[in-house]
């Protein structure tokens, strides 16, 4: 089978298997008729496919008469940032985010340098299926240039979220784990900025990944060891496109990605107090840090533009997801790991503690997540069993299914990337959802036949 995703996010896909020139040029070529020939920021994750993606998207996004901003690696975040900055039509990263190697995609960008909305991703789709392309002729190709100093622009917005100095003299020591992606490109420099001490693990941006590039626990067990063999302070880790954080105590202990936003409320709300917005898939320690600042809370559904749509609606001084996805309204409008990271030095710097202590301060749940093989068009089979299975739970209905009881919940939901349905369920006690976890899946699994 075909293994490309298409959907208003964007496209992904296996190169040589569904991620074909053909496809990418049309695809670029939608995405320059909906711009209508505007400035296009164009940037890659450093995967080793990105060069050939780069040019058949170039090609398409020129011949519709789209003048291109070349900025070559940067993070996703980055191409966000410079979209706003230079008011753009709209930007696309080359990118697979955490997909394995084989896989690349594209995500398109919003003149508000977010990811597209419903209606915006809609009418990509649409133009996309009918193949009504602007092309031009020769007068009317567009141009591409060069761009100096792309990241300068991008650290100049974080440097403005906390108060640099304190955080220089504190000296962190830090390990950052790039694992080859584009992180490599900004995040040396950020830490570096800050006055820390860094060490880098694989910050060549060659896509050549030393772990599978998701960051989650069982494949960061090399940055817990240099953590702990350096005496560091902390550890960081980021997917290949450097929108998502992972954080290591300096225990070498991995505490996640869904303390990553969580610490970063903590920070930002008990200094600034206003609404705050994550998915209906991040961890309630963030609803419980919103309520100890009187803070009002919101869930949107999963997927970072319903996030966005939802900050907007309620004016949200920070919002986000539990995959380690910080959006922070001052740097853009997309999960940013580099405002997340220089949130989570400054607050160490603030409270004067160690990580592994405020972490350990924060409401203690823990969240277990799999995941099963299977179609979108047998997701509502799957809701519908564990329903009828859970009968005495709060249903909530509309992004799969969540169910709710006073002291856990369970979520499934369909992937927008990949051909699976997540399963999320959190509680107290790791074996409570744990043991939550496995009955859904196995709920699923039988629902669906998996």
């Known amino acids: 089978m075909t293994q490309r995703i298409l959907s208003i996010s964007g496209l992904r896909g296996v190169v040589g298997d569904g991620l074909d020139p053909e496809f990418l040029v049309n695809f670029a070529a939608a995405l320059g008729t909906m711009c209508d020939g505007g ?206 954080l992972a954080i290591v105590d300096e225990n070498g202990r991995y505490i996640g990605e869904e303390l990553t936003l969580a610490l970063c409320a903590d920070f930002i709300l008990a200094r600034t107090p206003g609404p705050i917005v994550v998915n209906g898939s991040t961890s309630r320690v963030t609803a419980d840090i919103a309520e100890k600042y009187g803070c009002a809370f919101h869930r949107s559904k999963v997927g970072e533009a319903h996030v966005v749509a939802k900050m907007n609606e309620v004016g949200a001084i920070i919002g986000g997801e539990g995959n380690g996805g910080v959006i922070e309204p001052r740097v853009g409008f997309v999960r940013d790991s580099f405002a997340g990271m220089a949130y989570v030095l400054a607050g160490l710097t603030d409270r004067k503690t160690t990580l592994s202590a405020w972490a350990d301060s924060l409401p203690q749940y823990t969240i277990v997540k799999d995941k099963i093989t299977c179609e979108r068009d047998k997701v509502d089979q799957a809701c519908a069993a564990l329903k009828a299975k859970y009968a005495d739970a709060e249903a909530t209905e509309g992004d799969g299914l969540r169910l709710d009881w006073p002291d856990r919940w369970v979520q499934v939901r369909a992937s927008n990337t990949e051909p699976i349905v997540r399963i999320i369920a959190e509680a107290p006690e790791q074996s409570t959802g744990e043991a939550l976890c496995a009955e859904a899946k196995a709920i699923v699994g039988e629902a669906v036949g998996g």
């Open 39 to 244: 400035t296009i920021v164009l940037s890659r994750d450093g995967r080793a496919t990105g060069v050939m993606v780069k040019h058949a998207v170039m090609s398409a996004l020129l011949a519709t008469g789209c003048d291109v901003v070349d900025i070559d690696i940067a993070s996703t975040p980055t191409c966000g940032v410079l979209v706003t900055e230079l008011e753009a039509a709209g930007g696309l990263q080359i990118t697979a985010s955490h997909n394995p190697v084989q896989w690349n995609g594209l995500k398109p960008f919003m003149p508000a340098g977010s990811v597209l909305d419903e209606a915006a991703g809609a009418r990509l789709l649409s133009i996309l299926e009918s193949r009504d392309f602007a092309w031009k002729d020769h007068a009317g190709i567009g141009t591409v240039r060069q761009l100096e100093d792309p990241g300068g622009i991008h650290l100049g917005r974080v440097f403005k979220l906390v108060d640099v100095a304190p955080v220089r003299q504190r000296k962190l020591n830090v390990v950052l784990d790039c694992n080859h992606g584009s992180g490599g490109v900004l995040g040396p420099w950020l830490l570096e900025s800050l006055g820390c001490e860094v060490h880098v693990m694989g910050r060549t941006p060659d896509g050549q990944f030393a772990h599978t590039p998701e960051p989650l626990a069982q494949n960061l067990g090399g940055l817990c060891d240099e953590v702990r063999a350096r005496g560091a302070d902390i550890g960081f880790a980021q997917d290949p496109d450097a929108d998502r």
